[in-house]
């Protein structure tokens, strides 16, 4: 029961910094969502960018679920926040290769929707078919 609790609250806290995250890229702090981007994926995963970009999209899976012992909740925020990375660049026009953060995005949650252990997720289906399209795969 207690894993349980925790991983809502874990969820709760997530969802929250989700609308954070959201209000600054409306706001057009871009600066400021990298930084709270990078400051969740060290709350919620204890990595960071420079980390998860360090590794080829086929490693990094290898890396985080059989060496750093990721949960699926784990890697949905990691997949997710990725995503997110990506957008918040791609908003601010930077010129930084955006593919890097789609394709490790893609990899985990494609891991994700054949690998789950819980149910059929419909976001999973739908970012997944979302960053196909983004990559041109």
């Known amino acids: 029961m207690?894993?349980?609790?925790?991983?809502?609250?874990?969820?709760?806290?997530?969802?929250k910094f989700m609308?954070?995250?959201?209000?600054?890229?409306?706001?057009?702090?871009?600066?400021?969502?990298?930084?709270?981007v990078d400051e969740?994926?060290?709350k919620f995963t204890q990595t960071d960018l420079e980390y998860l970009l360090s590794f080829e999209p086929s490693k990094l899976i290898e890396e985080l679920v059989v060496?750093?012992?990721?949960?699926?909740?784990?890697?949905h925020v990691?997949?997710?926040l990725?995503?997110?990375?990506?957008?918040?660049?791609?908003?601010?026009?930077?010129?930084?290769?955006?593919?890097?953060?789609?394709?490790r995005s893609l990899a985990l949650f494609k891991f994700l929707q054949t690998n789950q252990q819980k149910v059929f997720s419909m976001e999973v289906l739908q970012r997944v078919q979302l960053l196909e399209a983004l990559i041109g795969e």
Not at 19 to 36: C, F, M, N, P, T
């Open 78 to 80: 990691t997949a997710e």
């Open 19 to 36: 609308g954070i995250l959201s209000g600054l890229k409306r706001e057009e702090e871009y600066k400021q969502a990298e930084v709270a």
């Open 2 to 15: 207690y894993k349980n609790d925790f991983i809502l609250r874990l969820l709760d806290e997530f969802a």
């Open 82 to 103: 990725l995503y997110q990375t990506a957008l918040i660049k791609q908003s601010n026009k930077t010129e930084e290769d955006l593919l890097k953060y789609y394709i």
């Open 40 to 42: 969740a994926l060290k």
């Open 67 to 75: 060496k750093k012992k990721f949960t699926e909740d784990m890697l």
